[in-house]
T-cell receptor
Framework: DTGVSQDPRHKITKRGQNVTFRCDPI?????LYWYRQTLGQGPEFLTY????????KSRLLSDRFSAERPKGSFSTLEIQRTEQGDSAMYLC???????????FGQGTRLTVV | SQQGEEDPQALSIQEGENATMNCSYK?????LQWYRQNSGRGLVHLIL?????REKHSGRLRVTLDTSKKSSSLLITASRAADTASYFC?????????????FGEGTQLTVNP
């Protein structure tokens, strides 16, 4: 148990629907990351928060994706108008500071049908 | 785009043998980290080696880093069937707004009993 929680673990949705995922990081970690991973690939960076500020977004993060971390604690990732290509594992990670290891949650597996 | 590239993509060995995985990267780094992922699960941090370190040990794991060649290797000694997993290297690259991990595509290790 790494201490990072993600909810839900699995989500099946119809194309065109909106979905929202939640990540609860380790409480003293101020940095929070979202990654996306497809089968047989490594995780791809999506976005990063330091406390409540979203400091970096990947070009992978289209306008349909939005992430928030309103109080610098938990974070949500919303995908609007889902497409089949959004099917993937969405991973959240947190860490305390620069140059330290990241702790990952178990991920949310999204299937868009 | 992925910064790290692992080699080989897949490795199959017998229990008790050593497993060596290599990682190459492109830009200057703060540190390089190795992670393990069991199928369908989140990533687990194994070891972190800083840019001013050349070798690091943790139990049956040995990591080397050659910053002049921009490469790293992970050695697992006396492998066990439970070591079967995907192994990823991740580079911690300092961006202007902070640091994030950039992952390679991983090596799938199978240890046969």
């Amino acid at each position: 148990d790494t201490g990072v929680s993600q909810d839900p673990r699995h989500k099946i949705t119809k194309r065109g629907q909106n979905v929202t995922f939640r990540c609860d990081p380790i409480s003293e970690h101020n940095r929070l990351y979202w990654y996306r991973q497809t089968l047989g690939q490594g995780p791809e960076f999506l976005t990063y928060f330091q406390n409540e500020a979203q400091l970096e977004k990947s070009r992978l993060l289209s306008d349909r994706f939005s992430a928030e971390r309103p109080k610098g604690s938990f974070s949500t990732l919303e995908i609007q108008r889902t497409e089949q290509g959004d099917s993937a594992m969405y991973l959240c990670a947190s860490k305390y500071n620069r140059g330290t290891e990241a702790f990952f949650g178990q991920g949310t597996r999204l299937t868009v049908v | 785009s992925q910064q790290g590239e692992e080699d080989p993509q897949a490795l199959s060995i017998q229990e008790g043998e050593n497993a060596t995985m290599n990682c190459s990267y492109k830009t200057s780094i703060n540190n390089l980290q190795w992670y393990r992922q069991n199928s369908g699960r989140g990533l687990v941090h194994l070891i972190l080696i800083r840019s001013n370190e050349r070798e690091k040990h943790s139990g049956r794991l040995r990591v080397t880093l050659d910053t002049s060649k921009k490469s790293s290797s992970l050695l697992i000694t006396a492998s066990r069937a439970a070591d079967t997993a995907s192994y990823f290297c991740a580079t911690d690259v300092r961006e202007t707004s902070g640091s994030r991990l950039t992952f390679g595509e991983g090596t799938q290790l199978t240890v046969n009993p």
